[in-house]
């Protein structure tokens, strides 16, 4: 079967640094896309990595290791604005067709003062 | 903004009613997508539509009914819905043959079935 884990909940303090951990079990891998989602709005596309390795983007990092089936959504000098729900997907058919998502329930992040 | 917008953004609806929710894009890609997001739950693929050509039916009740009459426009058709479709209804597009190539989301539409 397909499988992705995500912790349901985290709770970070403003301007620490916060660790969103995503495995996966799938039939196929082409990429693991990061999406954040604040409440009542759509997803919105962070981050993809399709080698292993660490990508960084601004105060946004995610790693990927496709030998154990993991990835993890690095923020850091976190806003309150960060607050939202961050989306793990991997994509298990080939660039060139209409790619099938399968999406970890999510993540909600508090950010407290 | 994402160029992806859905209308209406919010619906109430009895079971026996019948509605539409309509879906556009204005970034010029041939693939659109929907989604269903219930509440701690994954986002449920429901329908893909390549080219106008629906390529994905992921065992989705008939009382569900999608159209998509051309690459910039998706519609979802409901009726005689259950409470438990009551929901928030995604739909999104990419343009498929770039690696990397993200799905853009709208802002979706909340349903509750009455």
């Known amino acids: 079967g397909q499988n992705i884990d995500q912790p349901t909940e985290m709770t970070a303090t403003e301007g620490a640094i916060v660790q969103i951990n995503c495995t996966y079990q799938t039939s196929g891998f082409n990429g693991l896309f990061w999406y954040q989602q604040h409440a009542g709005e759509a997803p919105t596309f962070l981050s993809y990595?399709?080698l292993d390795g660490l990508e960084e983007k601004g105060r946004f990092s995610s790693f990927l290791s496709r030998s154990k089936g993991y990835s993890y959504l690095l923020l850091k000098e976190l806003q309150m604005k960060d607050s939202a729900s961050y989306l793990c997907?991997?994509?298990?058919?080939?660039?060139?067709?209409?790619?099938?998502?399968?999406w970890g329930a999510g993540t909600k992040l508090i950010i407290k003062p | 903004e994402t160029g992806v917008t859905q209308t209406p953004r919010h619906l109430v609806m009895g079971m026996t009613n019948k509605k539409s929710l309509k879906c556009e894009q204005h970034?010029?890609?041939?693939?659109m997508y929907w989604y269903k997001q219930s509440a701690k739950k994954p986002l449920e693929l429901m329908f893909v539509y390549n080219f106008k050509e629906q390529t994905e039916n992921n065992s989705v009740p008939s009382r569900f009914s999608p159209e998509c009459p051309n690459s910039s426009h998706l519609f979802l058709h409901l009726h005689t819905l259950q409470p438990e479709d009551s929901a928030l209804y995604l739909c999104?597009?990419?343009?498929?043959?770039?690696?990397?190539?993200?799905?853009?989301f709208g802002p979706g539409t909340r349903l509750t079935v009455l």
């Open positions: 990595n399709v």
């Open positions: 997907a991997v994509r298990v058919s080939p660039p060139d067709s209409n790619y099938q998502l399968i």
């Open positions: 970034l010029g890609h041939n693939a």
């Open positions: 999104a597009s990419s343009r498929p043959g770039l690696a990397g190539n993200e799905q853009f």
